[in-house]
């Protein structure tokens, strides 16, 4: 079992900048994939990013250029430094962990881009 905290969500004005985190409750080396997903409602959850195998990262095409992920192995932190923003990446973002036991999620913070 690991338990994911998020933080870092809030209102931003189109053309601006969020750090997202998330912290595992245990190492990160020992969590095969880290990932960033996204949500509105009525949707499904959605991909933004992941880091597998503790390198590869995979970005959907609506983010990519302007969101990047990244992981500090010694703080058990994932992050999602989401620039440009845009009014349709206003969602409720959720970090996922998977290792071989199963599949994790935090509670989710919620991004608002607006002017």
């Known amino acids: 079992q690991v338990q994911l905290v998020e933080s870092g969500g809030g209102l931003v004005q189109p053309g601006g900048s969020l750090r997202l985190s998330c912290t595992a409750s245990?190492?990160?080396?020992?969590?095969?994939?880290m990932g960033w997903y996204r949500q509105i409602p009525g949707k499904q959850r959605e991909l933004v990013a992941r880091i597998s195998s503790g390198s590869i990262t995979t970005y959907d095409d609506s983010v990519k250029g302007r969101f990047t992920m990244s992981t500090d192995n010694a703080k058990n932190t994932v992050y999602l430094q989401m620039n440009s923003l845009k009014s349709e990446d206003t969602a409720v973002y959720y970090c996922?962990?998977?290792?071989?036991?199963?599949?994790?999620w935090g509670q989710g913070t919620q991004v608002t881009v607006s002017s």
């Open positions: 996922e962990g998977q290792d071989l036991a199963g599949r994790y």
């Open positions: 245990r190492s990160i080396f020992s969590i095969y994939a």
